[in-house]
DNA sequence: CGCTATCGCTACGGAATTGGTAGCGCAAGA
DNA sequence: TCTTGCGCTACCAATTCCGTAGCGATAGCG
């Protein structure tokens, strides 16, 4: 391990390289999905919440509160949250991700397959396939 | 709401779009972060583990079983996990991202700002920050 | 053959994050 | 004053994630 039992995930550590904190920044939950909602403009904080299928407003304050930590967004009193020019560069960035996205919807692959969404038990093995280990329970 | 009191997270409902989608699928922690270390060829299962800060092989298996659902990525027998021709073109869409990464780095925004990671009561307010509602505990 | 080493992958159990719901304090309008 | 809406918070239940230990199979070695 690098400074402990559990590692920090991103933060400078062994990769000093921003791709990976950007890749752990917009890996969070809603992250990704609220950039894009505010592509078309500004939007207070229940409409967004609205447009992002109802997340509660504790995640979503946190995100927010992240976001503006890193400077994509800023609360405008009379506006709502509004991207920044750094969050707006980030949006541009992620257009080709967009165009890719179709091509990919249009293909076999796209159409529903992971997408399935983690629902049940989607960490731990929890599939209901009985085939490998099988743990007979030991006294540590 | 639409279709319940809970969203069925992505998959069409309001929004057929597949970028929504792609959203949602990337949104889940490491996949994003699986993907960019697959940039360099195809890799083993522990190998990939350990570039990812050894994550949990459960989710680890998690992801990988969901990217190839998706088509992202194959086990080949000999060499590990590989990027499809698919996964390829998306990490390809991520290139700008990559870009933009590092001017955001470079900027005050990026130092260290708003990736303090979501560990101790990242979800709710949970901030020492005593200001807001009061919640005198009344009985449902 | 027996031993060691890896590989992909899985089963817990506990910790951390996310989702739901109710509501506060404040400001503007009726 | 009463009502409405806004940003935001507390609390708690439900998921999801992490950490660790280990299975079944395969490959190299003596």
Do not use: K
């Amino acid at each position: 391990m690098v400074e402990g039992s559990r590692t920090p995930r991103v933060r400078g550590s062994r990769s000093v390289r921003p791709i990976m904190a950007v890749l752990d920044l917009l890996g969070r939950r809603w992250m990704l999905r609220i950039l894009w909602e505010l592509r078309d403009g500004p939007l207070p904080f229940r409409a967004l919440r609205d447009r992002c299928d109802a997340v509660s407003p504790s995640v979503l304050n946190t995100r927010l509160r992240e976001m503006r930590g890193a400077a994509l967004l800023e609360l405008h009193a009379d506006a709502g949250y509004a991207l920044t020019r750094e969050g707006e560069a980030l949006l541009s960035a992620l257009q080709p991700l967009h165009a890719w996205a179709r091509r990919w919807a249009a293909s076999d692959a796209g159409r529903v397959a992971a997408l399935s969404a983690p629902r049940p038990g989607a960490a731990a093995g929890a599939a209901s396939r009985p085939r490998g280990a099988r743990r007979p329970r030991r006294s540590p």
